[in-house]
């Protein structure tokens, strides 16, 4: 009896594959002075969040100013937070590099923005120092006409039957239920902004 050897072809070891590259990301954070604080004391509050991290403060920075210290965080570090404060007639800004989350008791804005170039960044600081400041896009502009239509035949179609308004329910039932899904799809759009190319 005659044995043949057989020869198993052994699985090629793939190279290990290293961790993916972290995206970029810019956390903005915005504070409200309430009007009986001064901003000062607003400002020792929030520095006693960031004990042991570096981070620098900047009292009513032009768009320049503001744009380079960023920049210059931004290229070191994958995530920086710039907090700031605003009484209404002072703004201050803080700069932190962060890889751990900074928790905030009480804030009135807070955006992600994961800006993809140089030029998506200076649009970014652009919008920060601006106060949000952005023209609509056509998309929001359409679901915004699309949600008052939906309104107005829904109150023309109540109108219309409003001795057997029963007759016609299951339509504004409808209607009512497209303007939640318009106001969603408004909400889910205004969500996926802060990613600039």
């Given at each position: 009896m005659a044995f043949i050897p057989i020869r198993v072809r052994r699985k090629e070891k793939k190279p290990p594959k290293r961790g993916a590259k972290k995206e970029?990301?810019?956390?903005?954070?915005?504070i409200k002075v309430k009007e009986n604080q001064l901003i000062s004391?607003?400002?020792k509050e929030v520095e006693a969040l960031f004990k042991g991290r570096f981070f620098s403060r900047l009292t009513n920075p032009d768009e320049f100013t503001l744009l380079i210290n960023i920049e210059r965080l931004w290229k070191k570090y994958p995530r920086v937070y710039v907090v700031e404060l605003d009484d209404g007639t002072s703004r201050w800004f803080y700069l932190i590099p962060s890889e751990e989350r900074i928790r905030f008791e009480r804030k009135d804005k807070f955006i992600v923005f994961i800006p993809k170039s140089?030029?998506?960044?200076?649009?970014?600081?652009?919008?920060i120092i601006n106060?949000?400041?952005?023209?609509?896009?056509?998309?929001?502009?359409?679901l915004n006409l699309i949600q008052a239509l939906l309104?107005?035949?829904?109150?023309?179609?109540?109108?219309?039957h409003r001795a057997d308004i029963?007759?016609?329910?299951?339509?504004?039932?409808?209607?009512?239920?497209?303007?939640?899904?318009?106001?969603?799809?408004k909400k889910s759009y205004r969500e996926r902004e802060y990613e600039f190319d």
């Open positions: 970029k990301r810019i956390a903005y954070t915005l004391e607003k400002a140089e030029e998506a960044l200076e649009k970014i600081v652009h919008r106060k949000g400041a952005k023209q609509k896009t056509p998309i929001e502009k359409a309104g107005v035949v829904g109150l023309f179609l109540a109108y219309l029963m007759q016609i329910s299951n339509i504004l039932t409808f209607i009512f239920a497209m303007i939640i899904v318009v106001q969603s799809l």
